[in-house]
């Protein structure tokens, strides 16, 4: 489904992410790790298609097609969908309204009862939003969406214990849930590419690969649970020697 090669991209004359290459295949979930300042919201904002991400060298292929050069909302209407670390405040605009201009006649109210979004429709997006509401909101607006790869951001960062229970099972229930998008593996759902620092997110989604990416570099892959349990007990400079176990 996506397929990244050898990816080189550099943001302000700085090279952030170097020779990256991975794949997510339909119907996976698969989990990428790193410490700070690693490159990873840079790779999933490249894949994204957000300005200021300078594509050096390297491909994205999504679904066999050359996305590279395309700009978001052509990623967009292919089935690419984005929780971005940080979004902006959008002064003016309601969330109910664009709500409506992403879902079109798709009825989100369910979804947004769940996400306990309803007292928020009235509001300017992100204004004064707190932490968590932020990413309850930004699910809401992937839900509406409904694309066919979902790309996260670190969505458990921030949000409390009783809201990350809201907000990992509804990433389950949204990438494993009904597929709708072509040649998906049956009951498999979507695919997904999520960020995590504390893996606490493993405790909702079953996951199927790890990459461990550092300095811009993908050092490793292996089983999320495992690739954990050895960053957990040895940090990260085991990956940057490259020595976690291969799964
Ligand atoms: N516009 C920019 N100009 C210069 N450097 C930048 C720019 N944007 C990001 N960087 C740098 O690129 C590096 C990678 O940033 P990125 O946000 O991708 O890291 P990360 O792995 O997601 O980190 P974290 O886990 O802390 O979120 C950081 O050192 C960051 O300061």
């Not at 066999?64 to 292919?78: P, V, Y």
């Not at 605009?93 to 979004?117: F, P, R």
């Not at 990416?213 to 990956?239: A, F, H, S, V």
């Amino acid at each position: 489904m996506l397929e990244v090669k050898d990816l080189t991209v550099e943001v302000g004359g700085k090279e952030l992410l170097k020779n990256v290459n991975f794949k997510v295949e339909k119907g996976y979930t698969n989990i990428i790790l790193g410490p700070n300042g690693a490159g990873k919201s840079a790779l999933l904002m490249t894949l994204m298609g957000f300005s200021g991400y300078k594509i050096v060298s390297g491909q994205i292929l999504f679904n066999g097609e050359d996305i590279t050069h395309m700009s978001i909302d052509e990623r967009a209407t292919r089935g690419i969908g984005i929780m971005t670390q940080r979004p902006p405040n959008m002064t003016g605009v309601k969330l109910k309204n664009l709500l409506k201009l992403i879902a079109g006649d798709k009825e989100m109210e369910q979804m947004a009862e769940s996400l306990d979004m309803m007292r928020f429709m009235e509001r300017d997006i992100n204004v004064g939003f707190s932490g968590g509401e932020i990413k309850r909101s930004e699910l809401l607006q992937l839900a509406a969406q409904s694309p066919c790869i979902y790309l996260f951001d670190e969505p458990e960062s921030g949000v409390d214990l009783m809201s990350i229970d809201i907000i990992g099972s509804t990433i389950n229930d949204l990438v494993h849930g009904d597929s709708t998008c072509p040649g998906d593996r049956k009951g498999h759902g979507k695919s997904a590419l999520i960020i995590t620092h504390t893996g606490k997110i493993l405790d909702y989604i079953e996951a199927d690969r790890a990459y461990v990416l550092c300095n811009g570099t993908i050092m490793c892959e292996g089983n999320p649970r495992e690739m954990l349990q050895e960053i957990k007990e040895n940090g990260y400079e085991e990956c940057i020697t490259c020595k976690l176990k291969k799964a």
